[in-house]
C-alpha cells in the first residue's frame, strides 16, 4: 500500500525559559519521527538559564525540510505576554492562535484575520498538580486541533524522555495535563 | 709496567644524552641541567617510553641535548602540551617539560598551576635564571629585589613591579603536587642532590602518584651582564639567599 | 541496519567524532556548545576514552595539540570567545602539520557578543586568526546530519593531509534536533607513515621524533614553506566540495552556507513556487573556497546573491570570484526577523530580496 504525503506541520511555540517551551517541541518531533519522514526542532532563547525569551520552531514533514526556520506559521502557541508582542504578528492570516490565557488576555492579541483558541492552561494545570505542566495542556489542545499526531503516540514519546527519568506517578499526571488540554472545549 | 691502558673511566656521558652541540652562551649551567635530566632518565630506565615537551626560551634548545622523542610548544603552553600527551597514551609515556622562568612563571602561570592541580602525571623542570635569557636579559618574574635588567633599569623595584616568584613553594601548596624541589648545581653535593630530586620527580609519576616539580637555579651571563665566574658567584650568593635550596614535598598520595 | 535518531547538531558532531574512532576530547564549557563538553566527560570514560575539561579554551588547543602530535584522533570544541583564545594553539598545530579536529559553534561578537546565532567569523576561521601562513580546512555543514558525517570527514582530511581540520557550525544548527543515520563512513585509506609522531616503546637506537612548532628556528623553514605550499595546492584542487540546487536555469544565484544556507535552500524552493528562475550554490568546504565554480556561476547568472548573519565576510570572497562579470549583492545581520541577537534571517526574508532583484 503506498503511504499517502501528509501534510507538513508547523508550529511556533513561544514563552519565557522555563516555561517548558522547548520540552513540548521535543516531544512533538520524538513522537513524530514515527509518523513523518522528516522531523525537525529549532530553538532560540536568551543568555539566561530561566525566564529569558525562548522560542522553538518545530516542522512534522514527509518533504526534505530545507529550512528549519519558520517565518509564517500556521499555528502559534504563545504563553506570555513579551512572546505576544514578539510573535503574533508572525501568524498566517486565517491561522490558529493558541494561547494560555491565564496569562496572556486574548484582549491582547488585536487581530481579526487569525482563530484565537484561549485555553486557561495555567489554571487547569493548578488543578491537575502543578503549573510546571501547563505546557503540556497546551500541547494537548494543539494536537486536537491540528491532528498532527495522535494523542497516544506523543502520550508515550514521554516516557522515552531520557533528560528527565519520569517517576510513575508524574507521568500519569503528564498524560492527564495532555489529555486535559485535548478535550477541553472552548 | 704493560702496554696496556690502565686508565680507568670514572665518568662517561649519560646514554640517553644526545651528542649535538647545544647553543647555549658561555658559563649557562642549561647543559649541565641536561645532563641532570639524562641521568636521571638513565637510572630509572624510561628512555624509551619518555617524550620531553619545551616551550620558548634557552631551555627549549636546551632539551635537544636529551636522545628521546620532543615536541615544542607555545611559549608557556608545556603542561597543556603536555597533558594531552599523557592522555593520548592512556599515561603510559613518561612526559616531562622543559620550561625558564618567563615561560612557566609569567606567561604560563596559570597553566602549570591548573595542570598540577589536577594532578597530572607529569614531571616539570623548571630553569630559574632569574630573568629572560633568549630574548637578551629582560626581568622575569623570578628577577630578585633590586636585580638591575633591561627593563628594570634602576633595579627591579616591588612597589612597581612585584617581588622574585617563588615556584618551587608554590607548587608545593598545590594539592595535586607529589613531589616539589630546589636544588642547586654548583658543587658537586647539590649535583648529586639534583639527580636525585630528578629521579624522585620521575618516580612519582611513574608510580602515578602526582606532579613532580624541580626547579633548577641557574645562571645567565650574557642576561645578568655578568662575566661566567661572576655570574657563578652571584647565582650562589643572591640567588641562593632569595632562593632556599630543599625538598618542599615529598609525598606518596595526593589527598 | 544503520540507527537513526534524533540529536542536536552539537551531540552529532560528538557522536560524530566517536564513530570515527575518536577517544580523546578536550574542552571547556561555553554557550552554545557546552553540551559538547558535557556529553564527552559523559561518553569518553565509558568508552574508554580521555575526557579533560581544561582551564581555559588556550590549554584545550594545547592538549589536543599533545594529543595529535601522538597521532591518536583527538578533538576540541568551542564558539567564538574560546575560538580567539585557541589561535595560539592552531598557528603551532598548523606549524607542527599535525591532524586534529577542531569544532567550532559561532554565536555573535565581537566581545562577549551574544550567545545566540552568528555567522561572523568566517573571516577568522577562513583566513587564518592565528599568525602566520597556514590554513585549516574548513567544513561548514548545514544540517544535523552533515555535522555528524563531517566530523569524521574532518578527521580524514586532516590525516589525509597532515593538517588540521575545523568543522563550523553556528547556535541554529548547533542546537536544533533533526534525524540522524548513525554510521561510520570509510573515506578510505589515510597515509600510513607515523613517523612523525611521538612514541613510546621507542628503541632508544631508533631515530627520535622531534614535533616542532618552531619551523623557522629548527632550520628548516624554506622546506616548510615549500611543503605546506604545495599541500595546500593539492587542497585547493581536489577538496572543494559544494552544494548546488536548481542551477539549470536559474537567473540569480543565492551563495550562502551553513544556517544561512539552509535558509536560502527554503527561499529557493519558495521561489521556484512562484516561477522565479532562482538556484543555490551552497559551499560546503569554506577553505578550499569554491571559487572556480562561482567564477564559473558568474558566467552564467546575471546577478548573484550572498546571504549571511554578519556584516559582510564571505561576499568579499564571491566578489574575488565573480571579478564584476556579475552584479554581487548581500543581506546579512540587518535582514534579521527581529533587530536584536534573537534575529535570524528567514527564508521569507530572503525570498523579498530576490524578488527586488529579479
Given at each position: ?54 522560542v ?111 517517576k ?19 | ?30 647543559g ?7 641521568e ?97 636579559g ?12 633591561t627593563?628594570?633599569?634602576?633595579g ?72 661566567p ?6 647565582m ?17 598520595e595526593?589527598? | ?55 581555559s ?19 576540541t ?33 565581537p ?22 601562513e597556514?590554513?585549516?580546512i ?71 621524533a ?10 628548516i ?14 587542497i ?31 527561499a ?77 534571517i ?13
Amino acid at each position: 500500500m503506498a503511504e499517502e504525503e501528509k501534510e507538513t506541520m508547523e508550529l511556533v511555540i513561544a514563552g519565557y525559559g522555563g516555561q517548558g517551551v522547548l520540552t513540548m517541541g521535543d516531544l512533538m518531533i520524538k513522537a513524530g519521527s514515527n509518523v513523518y519522514k522528516h522531523v525537525s526542532w529549532l530553538p532560540s532563547y536568551d543568555t539566561y538559564t530561566r525566564g529569558g525569551r525562548v522560542v522553538c520552531y518545530v516542522i512534522l514533514s514527509d518533504e526534505n525540510i530545507l529550512s528549519p526556520l519558520v517565518a509564517r506559521p500556521r499555528t502559534l502557541v504563545i504563553m506570555d505576554p513579551v512572546a505576544m508582542d514578539l510573535y503574533r504578528d508572525c501568524l498566517m492570516p486565517g491561522g490558529t492562535l493558541i494561547i494560555d490565557s491565564c496569562m496572556v488576555s486574548p484582549e491582547m492579541v488585536g487581530r481579526e484575520d487569525i482563530e484565537v483558541i484561549a485555553v486557561p492552561a495555567s489554571e487547569m494545570a493548578q488543578s491537575i498538580l502543578t503549573i510546571k505542566i501547563t505546557n503540556l495542556v497546551l500541547l494537548g489542545k494543539y494536537l486536537k486541533l491540528s491532528g498532527a499526531l495522535p494523542l497516544e503516540l506523543v502520550a508515550s514519546a514521554m516516557t522515552k524522555s531520557k533528560e528527565a527519568v519520569l517517576k510513575d506517578g508524574f507521568l500519569t499526571i503528564n498524560q492527564e495535563a495532555l489529555s486535559a488540554g485535548y478535550n477541553y472545549a472552548n | 709496567m704493560s702496554g696496556e691502558d690502565e686508565r680507568k673511566l670514572i665518568c662517561d656521558t649519560p646514554d640517553c644524552i644526545n651528542n649535538t652541540l647545544l647553543p647555549t652562551c658561555p658559563g649557562c649551567l642549561h647543559g649541565v641541567v641536561a645532563r641532570c635530566v639524562c641521568e636521571a632518565i638513565d637510572d630509572l630506565g624510561i628512555q624509551e617510553n619518555a617524550i620531553g615537551v619545551v616551550g620558548v626560551g634557552c631551555h627549549a634548545m636546551t632539551a635537544g641535548a636529551v636522545e628521546v622523542d620532543t615536541i615544542s610548544t607555545a611559549h608557556g603552553r608545556a603542561p597543556g602540551v603536555a597533558t594531552g600527551i599523557k592522555r593520548a597514551y592512556y599515561g603510559e609515556a613518561i612526559v616531562f617539560t622543559f620550561q625558564g622562568d618567563g615561560d612557566l612563571g609569567a606567561i604560563g602561570l596559570g597553566d602549570v598551576l591548573n595542570a598540577v592541580n589536577r594532578g597530572e602525571k607529569l614531571t616539570t623542570i623548571f630553569f630559574n635564571n632569574a630573568g629572560y635569557g633568549n630574548t637578551g636579559g629582560q626581568m622575569g618574574p623570578t628577577t630578585i629585589e633590586g636585580q638591575v635588567t633591561t627593563t628594570s633599569p634602576y633595579g627591579r623595584d616591588p612597589a612597581q613591579s612585584g617581588f622574585p616568584l617563588h615556584m618551587a613553594e608554590m607548587m608545593a601548596s598545590l594539592r595535586g603536587c607529589a613531589y616539589s624541589a630546589r636544588v642547586g648545581i654548583n658543587n658537586l653535593k647539590n649535583y648529586a642532590g639534583a639527580r636525585k630530586a630528578v629521579k624522585a620527580a620521575f618516580q612519582k609519576q611513574m608510580d602515578n602518584i602526582g606532579y613532580g616539580f624541580v626547579e633548577f637555579l641557574c645562571t645567565c651571563p650574557p642576561g645578568w651582564k655578568k662575566k661566567p665566574d661572576e655570574a657563578f658567584h652571584w647565582m650562589e650568593k643572591a640567588m641562593m639567599e632569595e632562593y632556599q635550596l630543599g625538598e618542599f614535598k615529598n609525598v606518596d598520595e595526593i589527598t | 541496519m544503520d540507527e537513526k535518531v534524533l540529536l542536536t547538531g552539537n551531540i552529532a558532531a560528538a557522536e560524530g567524532a566517536l564513530y570515527a574512532g575518536c577517544r580523546h576530547y578536550f574542552g571547556y564549557p561555553i554557550t552554545p556548545q557546552s553540551d559538547v563538553v558535557e556529553y564527552f566527560s559523559a561518553k569518553l570514560p565509558q568508552m574508554g576514552g580521555e575526557f579533560v575539561q581544561s582551564e581555559s579554551e588556550c590549554t584545550s588547543i594545547n592538549m589536543l595539540y599533545g594529543a595529535a602530535a601522538c597521532g591518536i584522533r583527538a578533538m576540541t570544541s568551542t564558539s567564538s570567545p574560546g575560538f580567539s583564545l585557541m589561535q595560539e594553539g592552531i598557528s603551532h598545530i598548523a606549524a607542527a602539520e599535525l591532524p586534529c579536529v577542531i569544532m567550532h559553534v559561532q554565536r555573535g561578537g565581537p566581545g562577549s557578543g551574544s550567545t545566540q546565532t552568528a555567522q561572523m567569523d568566517y573571516n577568522q576561521v577562513v583566513k587564518g586568526g592565528g599568525h602566520g601562513e597556514y590554513r585549516l580546512i574548513v567544513l561548514a555543514p548545514d544540517s544535523v546530519q552533515e555535522i555528524f558525517d563531517f566530523v569524521q570527514l574532518g578527521f580524514y582530511l586532516a590525516e589525509k593531509y597532515r593538517n588540521p581540520a575545523l568543522v563550523l557550525t553556528d547556535a541554529i544548527i548547533g542546537q536544533m534536533k533533526e534525524d540522524v543515520e548513525l554510521r561510520t563512513i570509510d573515506f578510505g585509506p589515510t597515509p600510513e607513515d607515523r613517523s612523525w609522531a611521538l612514541k613510546i616503546h621507542r628503541s632508544p637506537k631508533g631515530k627520535s621524533a622531534n614535533v616542532h612548532s618552531a619551523v623557522g628556528i629548527v632550520g628548516i623553514y624554506n622546506e616548510w614553506l615549500a611543503r605546506t605550499n604545495e599541500k595546500y595546492e593539492n587542497i585547493k584542487r581536489d577538496e572543494v566540495r559544494f552544494q548546488s540546487m536548481f542551477m539549470e536555469d536559474a537567473e540569480l544565484a543565492i551563495v550562502a552556507y551553513g544556517s544561512s544556507g539552509r535558509a536560502a535552500k527554503g527561499a529557493c524552493k519558495l521561489a521556484r513556487e512562484e516561477g522565479l528562475k532562482v538556484g543555490v550554490l551552497r559551499p560546503i568546504t569554506l577553505w578550499p573556497f569554491p571559487q572556480p565554480q562561482i567564477e564559473e556561476l558568474a558566467s552564467r547568472v546575471k546577478k548573484i546573491l550572498v546571504v549571511e548573519d554578519n556584516l559582510g565576510q564571505m561576499v568579499e570572497d564571491v566578489r574575488g570570484a565573480v571579478e564584476g562579470r556579475a552584479e554581487v549583492h548581500f543581506m546579512g545581520v540587518f535582514s534579521r526577523h527581529m533587530p536584536d541577537c534573537n534575529g535570524m534571517i528567514f527564508p521569507d526574508t530572503i525570498l523579498e530580496e530576490v524578488k527586488k532583484l529579479l
